[in-house]
């Protein structure tokens, strides 16, 4: 009987009846949603680091991410638009509708990372430093993004009977499956998949303590890894090369980049102390940061000089 109601509630994982949430008179993308929900996760766990290692604040990460989460997003649609040009050739007017679905994770690392460490330098703090502290919260917001797929019903694999397969609506459905088809929860593997190497990379930092930024390499490997695998199970069009889908392609780079960059950084560790200027707050960039060091260096000096002018007029000559 146990087992039976089991397998009866493990038959099938269901997709939810619309893409949006309702809050009282609120209509809202679940999509959009499930991102800015990731978004949050990842602030709050690249700040609780940062302030661990004391290093910077949360306010400081906040800060930051304004920055990078925009940037990340327009290099995400502009990946996918780009990776998939034949679906926007002829409807120009798609290319902004982000809330749609449709963001391609390579594209908004590239222009998250390298906008975020820019903001970062800009405040005083050591950008690899941030980036180190974001990898773990980078795959923890991938974790909760991934999500929005399912609301949207996109994104999932080949035909399946397993336990855990997902259904999909016939409005949803692809051509060429009948209704009642179940297939590969690939949101689910990926945000599972995710959701543990944020774990593993947090570990990893507070376990063997590596150089500055290394941690991003090791991020770069274990999500490469995984987005290769997943990826060969969707049934979504793309674009392909070689018999690759171009995001296995770029999956596969990212592993060979991660690879590279802990062999070429071998033997770095975590610095046992890390320098920080008090004087950085939430309207100091980095030239003000320099600017205030140099004047309390100045300042030190003149003390030290009316320090020694005293001691040379109370000490009695020889």
């Known amino acids: 009987m146990i087992v039976t109601t089991a397998a009866s509630l493990l038959a099938s994982i269901p997709s939810p009846p619309s893409g949006s949430i309702s809050i009282g008179p ?36 906040s800060a930051i991410a304004i920055w990078a989460v ?18 926007f050739a002829d409807n120009l007017g798609a290319i902004p509708k982000v809330w749609e679905g449709g963001l391609g994770i390579p594209g908004g690392l590239l222009f998250g990372v390298f906008v975020g460490m820019w903001q970062a330098k800009r405040r ?15 795959a923890l917001a991938q974790a909760i993004g991934r999500w929005g797929n399912w609301f949207n019903q996109e994104l999932y694999g080949r035909a399946t009977d397993l336990p855990w397969a997902l259904e999909i609506d016939d409005d949803h459905l692809p051509a060429g499956y009948e209704s009642g088809t179940t297939f590969h929860p690939t949101f689910l593997y990926e945000s599972l998949w995710n959701l543990a190497l944020a774990g593993v990379l947090v570990w990893i930092h507070r376990t063997y303590r590596l150089g500055p930024g290394r941690l991003m390499a090791v991020y770069l490997i274990g ?27 770029v999956a596969l780079a990212a592993v060979i980049a991660g690879a590279v960059w802990l062999f070429a950084t071998r033997g770095q560790k ?10 950085v707050d939430e309207g100091t960039d980095g030239n003000d940061a320099e600017a205030a060091v140099d004047d309390n260096a100045a300042s030190d000096d003149v003390s030290d000089g009316e320090t020694d002018s005293a001691e040379a007029v109370e000490r009695p000559e020889p």
């Open 26 to 61: 609120l209509d809202l993308r679940a999509y959009g949603l499930m991102i800015a929900l990731g978004v949050i996760a990842a602030v709050w766990l690249c700040g609780r680091l940062l302030e661990q290692e004391g290093a910077g604040t949360t306010d400081d990460v």
């Open 70 to 87: 925009g940037a990340g997003l327009v290099g995400a649609r502009l990946y996918h638009v780009v990776t998939d040009w034949d679906r």
């Open 124 to 138: 005083g703090i050591e950008p690899l430093v941030v980036l180190t502290c974001a990898a773990p919260a980078i």
């Open 223 to 249: 999500y490469g890894t995984g987005r290769f695998w997943i990826e060969g199970l969707r049934i979504d069009p793309a674009n392909e090369i070689a018999g690759l889908r171009i995001n296995q392609w």
């Open 270 to 279: 975590w610095p046992d102390d890390i320098a920080v200027r008090d004087d």
